[in-house]
């Protein structure tokens, strides 16, 4: 999926900034951002968000923390990507935080879900539902919850959707993600 970043959206025209501010605001609030962003990153994102709000470094710090990009294209078919930013190092046992970027060409206002795609996935991880339904916004982000129970090597196999409408016949709302467990020394996890 090609990615689109806020610069464009904002250049397009088809963009909310109030809606993202606010989005924003409430990813910086919440208990989920100390395990995703370290402290500085936190007053970094709180610093941006100000009345004069600098797009192209807010997504500079995004762009590093999003682990899955997830498009809803106008016909409301949802696909799903990784990124290219650095997997953090998978915790076995406790819940893990990514960060996911939605970009909803249809508008959507209904919960998004992670679901599992397969039974593996469904027996050996535990997922958590995401806090609050989209806005409707071009541009919004969520924190994705959870927890594998293994310590062993598993390829988590995820399934998103918010709705039934946006079930994609090519299986493009699937992605596999490959979580090696960190035992808990040298765990990149921010402080």
């Known amino acids: 999926m ?9 250049a397009a025209g088809d963009f909310d900034r109030s809606a993202l501010h ?3 605001k409430w990813i910086a609030a919440s208990p989920d951002a100390r395990e995703i962003f370290t402290p500085e990153q936190i007053g970094q994102l709180r610093d941006l968000l100000g009345n004069d709000v ?13 682990q899955l990009e997830i498009n809803i294209n106008p016909e409301s078919k949802l696909s799903i990507s ?13 819940f893990n935080y990514w960060l996911i970027r939605i970009d909803n060409e249809a ?7 992670a679901l599992p795609a397969d039974s593996f996935t469904e027996k050996w991880v535990s997922i958590s539902a ?32 918010a709705g039934p409408w946006t079930h ?8 596999p993600i490959l979580l090696l467990c960190d ?5 990149d996890r921010p402080k």
């Open 168 to 175: 994609d016949l090519g299986n493009r709302s699937k992605v």
């Open 130 to 161: 995401m806090d609050r339904p989209l806005t409707g916004a071009a541009v919004e982000y969520r924190i994705l919850k959870f927890k594998p129970d293994t310590s062993d090597p598993i390829e988590l196999s995820l399934r998103f959707n």
């Open 107 to 113: 508008f959507v206002t209904a919960p998004l879900k």
């Open 22 to 24: 606010d989005n924003l």
């Open 82 to 94: 990784r990124t290219n930013a650095a997997t953090p190092k998978t915790s076995c046992g406790a």
């Open 2 to 10: 090609a990615s689109t970043f806020l610069s464009a959206h904002i």
């Open 183 to 187: 035992t808990g020394a040298g765990s």
């Open 54 to 66: 600098k797009m192209e470094a807010l997504e500079q710090i995004l762009k590093a923390k999003t």
